[in-house]
């Protein structure tokens, strides 16, 4: 990617911020209309590509609404429901197998569409997760937050706000490695570990960026396997109770 292409992504992200920042600041309700396109680029100094942009993203979460010939619009998000089947956190491994099986269902067919619907906006955020992955092989987060960017960004490039729903929900629980204290016998076997979890990210993203939803599918779903026998192996090794 270019440096036009991550600049683009950057003022997005800043605009978003600032739109947030603004229905706080002018405290606009549910129901109270946005000021112009044309405003809010003289105002943010920026595109209308980009307010558009960003304003997309804040529709996808909830936060705003257009109405055909009106305007955009403030909205309320749905609140999270307490029932949900996402709130509550892993208790132990066994847990933690059922939501990777459950993860298989969602998120393989997140792969293919996103492999017919991305953007090269969508890749540089995929990109970019990968990037700060690679940086963090050798510190105490294990690299989670970068891992789920990268699986929130392929969420993203499916189109559908419910894919991104799902893994926002999720939330820390999507790579639970270091809710569980996972840890690792030396430097080597760590590095193995997120290693191999960085070549998976790097498949799926080549399925993607080549818009080979298959291939996208296929290599989704070993990610997910590997990472499901992976928890079970990490916690045979550190005699971690699994459920029956």
């Not at 619009?73 to 089947?85: I, K, L, N």
């Not at 990037?131 to 989670?144: E, G, K, M, P, Y």
Request: charged share 30%.
């Amino acid at each position: 990617m270019n440096e036009l292409e991550v600049q683009a992504v950057r003022l997005t992200d800043r605009v978003k911020q600032d739109l947030v920042a603004l229905i706080a600041q002018d405290n606009l309700k549910p129901g109270d209309k946005l000021p112009p396109a044309d405003r809010l680029c003289e105002q943010f100094s920026v595109s209308r590509t980009v307010v558009r942009e960003a304003i997309a993203s804040l529709k996808a979460e909830g936060r705003l609404r257009s109405l055909r010939g009106s305007g955009v619009y403030v909205s309320e998000p749905p609140a999270p429901s307490g029932s949900s089947m996402f709130m509550e956190a892993p208790q132990d491994i066994g847990d933690v197998l059922d939501f990777m099986e459950f993860r298989m269902s969602v998120e393989i067919e997140a792969a293919g569409l996103a492999a017919e619907r991305r953007t090269e906006t969508n890749l540089l955020r995929m990109e970019q997760a990968m990037s700060q992955f690679a940086r963090h092989l050798q510190d105490n987060s294990l690299a989670t937050d970068a891992d789920r960017a990268f699986h929130r960004a392929i969420a993203d490039a499916t189109n559908n706000g419910r894919f991104r729903l799902f893994v926002d929900e999720m939330g820390e629980r999507l790579i639970p490695r270091r809710a569980l204290g996972a840890s690792f016998t030396d430097e080597k076997d760590k590095t193995e570990f997120l290693g191999n979890i960085e070549i998976e990210h790097r498949r799926i993203f080549e399925a993607i960026n080549d818009r080979q939803p298959d291939a996208a599918r296929a290599a989704m779903r070993q990610h997910l396997q590997r990472g499901r026998r992976r928890y079970r192996e990490w916690s045979l090794a550190h005699d971690v109770t699994l459920r029956s």
